[in-house]
């Protein structure tokens, strides 16, 4: 039986054990007539059985859905729930600020010992707050237009920051930037707005922040929506020095890199930005964006006075900064997301990274296996690519199907989106392991008999 042949009869075997093990699941599926495709968010329906899977609870690592099976949860929200599902400490927040108003126009303090958390972790002065971190993105993107009265946007290619017009552009096949595939009603055409460059390449980089008219390269310090593409020796420290010398702000889009430490990549790596956007961690699992700002870019914004900053300007969010969302982020980054909790979760992805590598050895696989802090992530590449177009093409959708469903049908949960693995400070040894056992037998019922 070829390869193809053999994935395709696996794939059909493990999607009716699917069925079978999710008939609640299915049911509410099949009910769910007036949700625009049977979803809450059209995303849901990335999956690799034939439905979602439906909630009945999860607590730290662990999902329980609505037929009872309970999973090891690996994806945590795609780092939404970087911090566990419900911890403690959020959800005592939470209920208490719960009962004292919800949508009343009126900072509460937990807003100030969470920026000033955010302050001491990144180093940026000056915070402010939305629901996503695709606002965010989009409000630090404004505001740096404004500062530069320039036009464009640089991103690398095959990033992803969110649903963020600016964002949705790659390197064509002839190099030159060209709207993402798929991209859903752009407003102008993409190259009117942005300029692209691959990751790892800071001649491509300078070539492109020449034209002058870049206000902010809004990047992750590490891809991680297309695989994790790691930065090369010296590639990061470029790029501060080529933006700094085209005038060009540095946006760190921390939103998902902040596996790498509790002050993120940026600690990390000692990095420098002129303002940094995270979501999703930081609220424990609550709604939540925020960016801060340089002392100098703050000064610069508040010394305009033709930028409504306060009414439509084109900044804000109604319930941005909600009293709800500042006590589940300062009970998170307080309580949760402690120095101590990185270390624990940073040693269990190191076992998680180093367990995955010698299986996939094991079988010979040309496989690749990356890293950053508590996200692990493997590749059908090797050596692992160099740059989001390179990882792009060395994608394989059956294959990952074929893996998720596997793992799902016995009770292992990866990412939707990714081959990735994301610990929380629940996250033990034995799940690793258990994850382990599973990917193994995967992989020997796909060698050839
Ligand atoms: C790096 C990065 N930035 C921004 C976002 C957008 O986050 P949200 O969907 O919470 O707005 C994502 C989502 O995956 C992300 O990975």
Not at 32 to 41: A, E, Q
Not at 440 to 448: F, G, I, R, T
């Amino acid at each position: 039986m070829s390869t193809d042949s053999r994935l395709q009869s696996l794939m059909a075997r493990e999607r009716s054990t699917f069925a079978d093990r999710h008939p609640g699941s299915r049911a509410a599926y099949t009910r769910s007539d007036h949700l625009f495709g049977r979803v809450p968010m059209t995303w849901m329906n990335k999956t690799a059985g034939d439905f979602p899977i439906y909630l009945e609870k999860a607590q730290g690592n662990r999902i329980v859905d609505v037929d009872g099976n309970t999973f090891v949860d690996f994806a945590l929200g795609d780092t939404g729930a970087m911090a566990g599902h419900s911890p403690a400490p959020v959800v005592a927040a939470v209920t208490e600020r719960v009962q004292r108003g919800l949508a009343t126009m009126m900072p509460t303090e937990d807003a100030a010992i969470a920026g000033a958390e955010l302050a001491r972790r990144f180093g940026l002065p000056a915070w402010s707050f939305a629901l996503t971190a695709t606002d965010a993105n989009r409000w630090a993107i404004r505001l740096l237009r404004a500062v530069t009265g320039r036009p464009k946007i640089l991103v690398n290619s095959y990033c992803y920051h969110g649903s963020v017009d600016e964002s949705l552009i790659v390197v064509g096949p002839d190099g030159r930037g060209t709207s993402r595939e798929g991209n859903v009603g752009a407003p102008v055409d993409v190259t009117l707005t942005s300029r692209v460059a691959e990751f790892n390449d800071l001649a491509g980089l300078e070539r492109e922040l020449a034209h002058g008219d870049v206000a902010a390269v809004l990047m992750e310090p590490a891809l991680t929506n297309i695989g994790i593409v790691l930065p090369e020796d010296g590639y990061l420290a470029g790029v501060r020095e080529l933006t700094r010398r085209h005038g060009t702000y540095l946006i760190n889009d921390e939103t998902h890199t902040f596996s790498a430490g509790p002050g993120g990549a940026t600690a990390f790596w000692g990095l420098e930005p002129d303002v940094l956007t995270i979501g999703k961690a930081i609220g424990g699992g609550v709604p939540v964006g925020a960016y801060g700002l340089s002392a100098e870019l703050a000064d610069a914004l508040s010394g305009r006075g033709d930028l409504d900053l306060v009414d439509m300007g084109g900044v804000g969010g109604t319930l941005a900064g909600n009293p709800v969302s500042m006590a589940a982020t300062r009970a998170t980054l307080q309580e949760v997301l402690t120095d101590a909790a990185f270390a624990t979760m940073i040693e269990t992805a190191s076992a998680f990274a180093d367990g995955l590598i010698k299986i996939i050895e094991g079988y010979g696989l040309p496989w690749s296996v990356s890293r950053l802090g508590a996200r692990v992530e493997y590749r059908f590449a090797s050596p692992a690519p160099r740059n989001g177009t390179e990882s792009a093409a060395n994608a394989n959708g059956e294959l990952e199907d074929f893996l998720h469903l596997y793992l799902a049908n016995r009770g292992v949960l990866l990412t939707p989106f990714h081959n990735m693995a994301l610990m929380c400070p629940e996250t033990s040894l034995a799940d690793v392991a258990r994850h382990h056992e599973i990917f193994d037998a995967a992989l020997k019922e796909l060698q050839p008999e």
